[in-house]
């Protein structure tokens, strides 16, 4: 399984950014997917999840109202729309593909991981 997170850049406070990560070497429809991110010093953190379907999604507090998560099955391809982002969201940010087709908020609960992309929100 292949996860290639893209969409990543350096933004002023306010832009937005949409994150691309493309999968590969599964049949993607058939699982839930998700997007963390890691700040410097910091432990990974949840930050939006998908079902398999795109039928039900979940967010962390820090991104509700601001982060959309969605997801292609054609294209095999899950996004993150950020928008008013804040230079506390600067962190690589990493997509993941779950066990399964129900999505979850637990590291635990990802089987596979992108290398990541780097988002810095500058003040």
């Known amino acids: 399984v292949q996860l290639q997170a893209s969409g990543g850049g350096l933004v002023q406070a306010g832009a937005s950014l949409r994150l691309s990560c493309a999968a590969s070497?599964?049949?993607?429809?058939?699982?839930?997917m998700g997007w963390f991110r890691q700040a410097p010093g910091k432990e990974r953190e949840f930050v939006a999840a998908i079902n398999w379907s795109g039928g039900r999604t979940a967010y962390a507090n820090s991104g509700k109202g601001r982060f959309t998560i969605s997801r292609d099955n054609a294209k095999n391809t899950v996004y993150l729309q950020m928008n008013s982002l804040k230079p506390e969201d600067t962190a690589v940010y990493y997509c993941?593909?779950?066990?399964?087709?129900?999505?979850?908020?637990?590291?635990?609960?990802?089987?596979?991981w992108g290398q990541g992309t780097l988002v810095t929100v500058s003040s």
């Open positions: 070497g599964r049949t993607f429809s058939r699982y839930a």
């Open positions: 993941a593909t779950d066990l399964d087709g129900t999505l979850s908020t637990e590291l635990s609960e990802y089987a596979y």
